[in-house]
C-alpha cells in the first residue's frame, strides 16, 4: 500500500474535505447526543473510512484509500472534539454560571483546545508511532485494516452495513423518545430489610452497539463498576432518615447520585495520576527524541511520508490558540492579568495531558484513555492555584472550567490524532496532509456544537433528560471546592482508596499475565454512570466475546459496522427529535399499557441483540 516517495498522489483533495466535513459535522453532532447521554463516546473512524470507501469506490469509481484516509481523519477529529467539549461545557450552566450555552466561548473553547492537542502532537509522532514499538494504536490499526480491505472491493457491502445500523438505531430511537411506543428505560426497585435493591436497564440500540465495539473486557469492567455501586454501595447505606415514605426507585437515585457515584470520582482521580505516572519514563523517552527528529530533518523533507507541518506553522498555531483562550477567559472573567495567567496554567497543563494521552492510546486503545481522570487533575490542579490566590465565586468557577474544557479537548483531540496519524502511516500517507485534515476537521465541526447543545438542553434538559455525567461530576467538583456547594468527601476518599487496591491487585497478580486487566478507569466509570447503561453495554460485549470464539479478533468484521450505524442511527434521531421538541411539537402516543410497553422493549432490545450476533458472523 505503501506510494513511491515521488509520486503525486490524489490525498487532501476538494472532494476528500467536503466528504470529511460533512460526516465529520454529522458524527459531532451524534456524538454530543452520545456523550450526553451514555457519558462516553466511540471512535468515527471506522465508519467514516467505510463511508469514504464506499462513495469514492461506488460512485465516484476510483480507487480513493488515500482521500478516504484524509474523510476519516477530518470525521474522527470533529467527534473527538464533541467528547472534549460536553464533559466540561455543560457544567457552568449545571453550576448556574450560564444561563445559556454561549455560542463563541463554547466555540473558541473547542477550537483552542483541539489545536493544542494537534500542534503539540505533531512533534511526537516519529518518536511515538513510528519508533516506539511497544505502542500498537489498536483502534489505527484496524483502521487501516478497513481501507486496505476497500482497496480489496470490500467497500460496498460494508457501507450497506452501516447503513441497515443507521435506520435501526433511529427506528429504536422513534418509537421510544418519538411516540413511546418503547420504554427508554426500564427499571425495577424494592426495599428489603430497610435497604434499598434495584435492577433496571436501558432500551438502546446505541449503548448494546458501544458494548460490542470496546470489546467484553471493558464492558465487563464498566458492568462490575455498575455493581459495586448499585448492589453494594447502596444498600450498604440503607434508608436516609428524610426519605422513610419514598419510594424505593427514589431511594435508589437519590442515594447514587448524592453518595455512591463520588467512590467513582475517587477512583477517577487515582486512575488519572497513576496513567501519569505509570507512563513517565515512555514520554520522557519520545520527548527526547523530538528535538532530534527535527533537528535532523535540517533542511526539505523528500518523502512525503515522513513530511510534518513546519516548526514555524506549529509556533504560529500556537500562538494563535493561546490568544484566543486570553480572549475567551478575559469576557469569561474581566481581568487581563488573570486570564493570562489562566492561559498559561491551560497551555502548560494542554502539553502534559497531551503527551499522556497520546502515549495511553498507543499502549491500551481509545476505548481505555483516561481522559476523565485527567480532566478531574487538570480541574483540581487549577482549582488549587485559584484557591491559593484566593479566588472564589462565579470567576474562579469560570475559570477553573475553562482550563479544564481546554485541557479536555486537547486530550481528546490529540488521542484521536494519533490513531488517525498511525493509519496513515500504515497506508502511506502524507502526515502533513493529514495534520492540515486534522486542523479543518476542528475548527469546522466546532462550529455547530454550542447549537447541537442548546437544542438538547431545550428539548431534554442536560442533567436531568440527558444525564450528561461528566458534567455533573465537574459542576460537583468546582460548587464543592469553591464553597458554593458540599461533597460527601468520605466517599470520595474512599473511591480514591478503592482505586490504590485495584491498581495494587493488577500491578501484583495480572500485569505479566495474557488476557483479562484489571483497567481502574473503565470501573470507575461503571461506578459513576447509572447500571441501567452498563447493562446493554456488557451485553453487546458478551456478543463480541461469542464472535472472537468462533471467528479471532478482528476490529473491522460487519458487527463493528453495524453498530457504528446503531450508534449514529440512534444518535443522530435523537437530535432531529430534538427539533421536534423544541418546536412544541407532541408525537406522543398512548399505544401500549407501561407493563406491555416494558416487556414489548426488552423483547425489542434482545431481537436487536440476536440480529446483531447473526449479522456479526458474516465473514
Same mark, same amino acid.
Given at each position: ?48 473510512? @467505510? ?21 476519516? &481523519? ?31 466561548? &463554547? %466555540? ?25 514499538? *511497544? ?31 443507521? #435506520? ?21 426497585? +424494592? ?50 432518615? /428524610? #426519605? &422513610?415514605?419514598?419510594?424505593?426507585? /427514589? ?38 527524541? @523530538? ?24 509556533? %504560529? ?12 477567559? /478575559? ?9 493570562? #495567567? ?59 472550567? +475553562?482550563?479544564?474544557?481546554? @485541557? ?30 486534522? =486542523? ?43 464553597? &458554593?456547594?458540599?461533597?460527601?468527601? *468520605? ?40 447500571? %441501567?447503561?452498563?447493562?446493554? =453495554? ?19 468484521? *460487519? ?26 411539537? *407532541? ?33
Amino acid at each position: 500500500m505503501a506510494k513511491n516517495q515521488q509520486q503525486v498522489v490524489s490525498e487532501l483533495t476538494v472532494s476528500s474535505i467536503l466528504i470529511g466535513i460533512i460526516i465529520g459535522v454529522i458524527m459531532t453532532a451524534a456524538n454530543v447526543y452520545l456523550g450526553l447521554y451514555a457519558g462516553m463516546t466511540v471512535s468515527a473512524s471506522i465508519p467514516a473510512a @467505510v463511508i469514504g470507501l464506499g462513495i469514492y469506490r461506488g460512485i465516484l469509481r476510483k480507487s480513493g484509500v488515500l482521500e478516504s484516509n484524509i474523510v476519516q &481523519t477530518m470525521a474522527s477529529s470533529g467527534e473527538s472534539l464533541a467528547a472534549g467539549v460536553i464533559f466540561t461545557i455543560p457544567a457552568l450552566i449545571l453550576v448556574g454560571a450560564w444561563e445559556n450555552f454561549k455560542f463563541w466561548p &463554547t %466555540t473558541l473553547i473547542a477550537i483552542a483546545g483541539g489545536l493544542l492537542g494537534i500542534v503539540f502532537m505533531i512533534p511526537m509522532r516519529k518518536a511515538l508511532i513510528i519508533n516506539d514499538k *511497544n505502542l500498537t494504536y489498536p483502534e489505527g490499526v484496524a483502521c487501516a485494516a478497513v481501507l486496505e480491505a476497500g482497496e480489496e472491493g470490500a467497500s460496498k457491502k460494508g457501507l450497506f452495513t452501516i447503513l441497515k445500523g443507521l #435506520m435501526i438505531g433511529g427506528l429504536f430511537k422513534f418509537l421510544s423518545t418519538g411516540i413511546g411506543f418503547l420504554k427508554g428505560s426500564v427499571e425495577v426497585a +424494592g426495599l428489603f430489610s430497610g435497604r434499598a435493591f434495584f435492577a433496571g436497564s436501558d432500551i438502546s440500540p446505541a449503548l448494546l452497539a458501544v458494548g460490542y465495539i470496546v470489546n467484553l473486557e471493558v464492558a465487563t469492567l464498566v458492568f462490575a463498576g455498575g455493581l459495586i455501586g448499585w448492589l453494594v454501595g447502596i444498600p450498604l447505606l440503607g434508608v436516609p432518615a /428524610d #426519605m &422513610t415514605d419514598a419510594s424505593a426507585l /427514589d431511594i435508589a437515585w437519590t442515594l447514587w447520585s448524592t453518595q455512591v457515584r463520588y467512590l467513582g470520582v475517587g477512583a477517577m482521580i487515582v486512575g488519572g495520576l497513576w496513567s501519569i505516572y505509570s507512563v513517565r519514563s515512555g514520554i520522557a523517552q519520545g520527548l527526547k527524541e @523530538v528535538k532530534g527528529n527535527y533537528s535532523q530533518a535540517g533542511g526539505k523533507v523528500t518523502d512525503r511520508r515522513d513530511r510534518d507541518l513546519g516548526i514555524s506553522s506549529i509556533m %504560529t498555531i500556537l500562538a494563535v490558540a493561546f490568544m484566543i483562550m486570553v480572549g475567551v477567559y /478575559d469576557s469569561l472573567i474581566g481581568s487581563l492579568g488573570l486570564s493570562i #495567567m489562566t492561559a498559561a496554567i491551560m497551555v502548560v497543563l494542554a502539553f502534559i495531558f497531551v503527551a499522556v494521552s497520546s502515549y495511553v492510546v498507543g499502549l491500551v486503545g481509545s476505548s481505555n484513555n483516561p481522559v476523565s481522570g485527567m480532566t478531574i487533575s487538570a480541574l483540581l490542579a487549577t482549582a488549587a492555584f485559584f484557591l491559593v490566590l484566593g479566588f472564589k465565586g462565579d470567576n474562579a468557577i469560570l475559570a477553573t472550567l +475553562g482550563v479544564a474544557a481546554v @485541557v479536555c479537548c486537547a486530550a481528546c483531540a490529540s488521542g484521536d490524532m494519533s490513531q488517525d496519524l498511525k493509519t496513515g502511516h500504515l497506508v502511506g500517507a502524507t502526515p502533513r496532509s493529514q495534520q492540515i485534515a486534522q =486542523i479543518i476537521g476542528v475548527i469546522i465541526p466546532a462550529l455547530v456544537i454550542a447549537p447541537v447543545l442548546t437544542l438538547l438542553h431545550s428539548a431534554y434538559g442536560i442533567g436531568t433528560g440527558l444525564k450528561a455525567p461528566q458534567a455533573t461530576l465537574f459542576a460537583s467538583l468546582t460548587k464543592g471546592l469553591f464553597g &458554593t456547594g458540599t461533597l460527601p468527601y *468520605n466517599m470520595i476518599v474512599i473511591g480514591m482508596a478503592l482505586g490504590v487496591v485495584v491498581i495494587a491487585v493488577d500491578h501484583l497478580f495480572l500485569s505479566n499475565r495474557k488476557g483479562f486487566r484489571l483497567h481502574l478507569m473503565p470501573l470507575a466509570v461503571g461506578i459513576y454512570l447509572p447500571v %441501567t447503561l452498563a447493562v446493554p =453495554i456488557f451485553l453487546g460485549g458478551l456478543i463480541r466475546k461469542s464472535i472472537e470464539k468462533v471467528q479471532g479478533t478482528d476490529d473491522t468484521d *460487519n458487527g463493528v459496522l453495524l453498530s457504528s450505524g446503531l450508534i449514529a442511527g440512534e444518535a443522530i434521531m435523537g437530535v432531529a427529535l430534538a427539533i421536534v421538541l423544541y418546536m412544541n411539537i *407532541n408525537l406522543k402516543m398512548d399505544i401500549l399499557s407501561h407493563t406491555t410497553s416494558e416487556l414489548v422493549s426488552v423483547a425489542a432490545l434482545m431481537a436487536l441483540a440476536i440480529y446483531l450476533w447473526k449479522v456479526a458472523r458474516k465473514a
